[in-house]
Every structure is written in C-alpha cells, then in structure tokens.
C-alpha cells in the first residue's frame, strides 16, 4: 500500500523503511505523506511500543526532494507548506522514535533523524545541513535542532559551510547516542526499540515528555513539570509492579496500567 516507505512489525516494534533508492530517499510530498500516515498507525496500534525509522545503506535521506521543490514559488512554499505539515506530525508522536542512520542524513535527512527520540548512527553515518550549498536554509527545524543538539558553535559552521559530519564527530558532538557496526544497525536499533517497548507504556511516554520539556521550558518550571508527573506515577498499577519485582527479585511484568 505504501510506495516510498516499507513497514513491518517486529515483536511490540514498528520498523520504517525509507524506500525511495534511486534518489537517496529523498523527502518528497508522497514519502512524508506515506511516513506520516505509518506513524500515525503505530501510534494508534497498541500492541506497538516504539518505532524504529531507518533508510538504506547509502542514505538515510539526503534531503527534501529539490528536483521537486526547485521550480516552486514563494507563495506555493508558504501556503502548502507539505513537508513541514507532515514532519510536524512525527515530533507530536507519544511513543519513541528511534532514527537509524546509515550513510548520508542530508539537510531534511538530517531534520528528520533531529525529530525522532534519538539517534544510532552506523559507523557509515554522515550528519549536514547543505541547503546552504544550494541556495537555501533549513526548512524544517535543522537551525534549531542542531543548535540544541550540539552548540551554536559547531552548528552554525555546519549551516554556514555545509560540510558534513561524521559518525565518530556526531557522537562526540552529542548528535548520536551511539554508533555501531553498519551491518548491525537496523538489529541494534530493533532491539534497544524492543527494550523500550517492554517497559510500562505510559511511563515511557510520560518520561518522553519529561525530558522533551527541558527544550522548552526554564530549569524550574521543567523540574516541577518532572515532580508532578513522577508523583503521578504512583497511581499506575506498573509502579506497584516494578518496585515489587525488584524486592522480589524477578522480572518485572508490566501491564500498561
Ligand atoms: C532529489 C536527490 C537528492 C535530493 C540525491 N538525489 N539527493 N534528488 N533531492 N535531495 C538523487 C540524485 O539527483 C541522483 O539521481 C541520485 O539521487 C543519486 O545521487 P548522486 O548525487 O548521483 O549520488 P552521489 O554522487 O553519491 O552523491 C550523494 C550526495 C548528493 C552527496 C548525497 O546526492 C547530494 O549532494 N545530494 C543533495 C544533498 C542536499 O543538498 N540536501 C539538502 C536538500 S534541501 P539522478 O536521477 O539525478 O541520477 C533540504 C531542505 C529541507 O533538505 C527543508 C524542507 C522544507
């Protein structure tokens, strides 16, 4: 059903595959459509507890689609505004996202990768925000993101130059949370998604949110926002269950309540 993208269900994880190979996954209006819709469909599939989006071995994407954006004008750009509508719907998702990055995340690769939870790079993995190359700027949250990810120093350079970073920089700069093997890229991220989705579902979400706050609120208002959410943790059958298993000393077995 979908042309760009392939899905498939593993354990309690969905896996995303960008699957547009003769233009290095580029974002075009169909694949954000397609990524979008299959997003959204994991996220209301509550045998699902996190989503794993990956590309190819070359690409992860290389950016927005320019053969489709190149001819546009102003005023097409700033009243259909697609890819940026689209992309929005993945930074409101509840459950984790995992990025799985192998080879080029280019300008609108590299937003996408910034808007998922985090980031395991394959050692392959190659971070940039060209647009500036091509006579553009990001478009969809790099000169934010990145900025958070990494410090206004290294991302303005990034932004300004268009030269890209490698697995081992990223990680360093705080891009990535890891960086393994290219082969094992997709198995590793499945299974640090199963991990999560093992966990009490709402507490990962509720975690999500906590740590998503820190973006965009003041230190106190975050750590109030965390206080009241851990003490409303108590009322969920899962804390019971989690704490008891650990005095019990067995596997805690969870029941999303
Ligand atoms: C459309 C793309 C593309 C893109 C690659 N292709 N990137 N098509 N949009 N972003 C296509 C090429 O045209 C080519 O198809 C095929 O994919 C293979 O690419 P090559 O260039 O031949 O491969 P290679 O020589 O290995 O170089 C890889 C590359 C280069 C370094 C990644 O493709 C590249 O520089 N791509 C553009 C990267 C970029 O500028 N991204 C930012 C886009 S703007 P054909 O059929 O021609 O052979 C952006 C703004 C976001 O993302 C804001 C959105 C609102």
Redesign the pocket.
């Known amino acids: 059903m979908f042309e760009t993208i392939e899905t498939r269900n593993e354990g309690n994880v969905t896996l995303i595959t960008l699957s547009r190979p ?3 996954n ?2 075009n209006a169909q694949l954000m459509g397609e990524l979008t819709q299959a997003v959204k469909q994991a996220e209301e599939d509550t045998a699902i507890g996190a989503i794993v989006i990956t590309g190819s071995e070359k ?1 992860f994407a ?6 489709e ?1 190149a001819d546009l004008e102003f005023s097409q750009v700033f009243n259909e505004d697609k ?2 509508a689209a992309m929005d719907e993945i930074t409101r998702c509840r459950k984790p996202i995992i990025a799985a990055v192998a080879g ?1 995340a ?4 590299c ?1 996408l990768a910034m808007m998922c939870d985090f980031i395991i790079a394959a050692d392959t993995a190659k971070f940039g925000q ?2 500036i ?2 006579g ?1 700027i ?3 949250g ?1 000169t934010q993101r990145l900025t958070r990810f990494i410090g206004k120093s290294k991302a303005m350079e990034m932004c300004l130059t268009g030269r890209m970073m490698g697995a081992e920089e990223a990680e360093r700069a705080g891009l990535v949370s890891r960086i393994v093997p290219a082969a094992e890229l997709v198995s590793n991220a499945l299974e640090v998604a199963q991990r999560i989705a093992e966990f009490s579902r709402p507490v990962v979400m509720m975690a999500k949110e906590c740590v998503n706050r820190a973006y965009e609120t003041t230190l106190t208002e975050g750590v109030l926002f965390e206080r009241r959410v851990f003490n409303s943790v108590f009322a969920l059958e899962d804390q019971k269950e989690g704490m008891t298993a650990f005095v019990e000393k067995r596997k805690a077995a969870f029941k999303n309540r």
């Open positions: 003769d233009a290095l580029a974002l690409a290389a950016g927005a689609d320019i053969k954006m890819v940026s080029y280019l300008g609108g690769g937003e060209p647009e190359t091509i553009v990001p478009g969809i790099g």
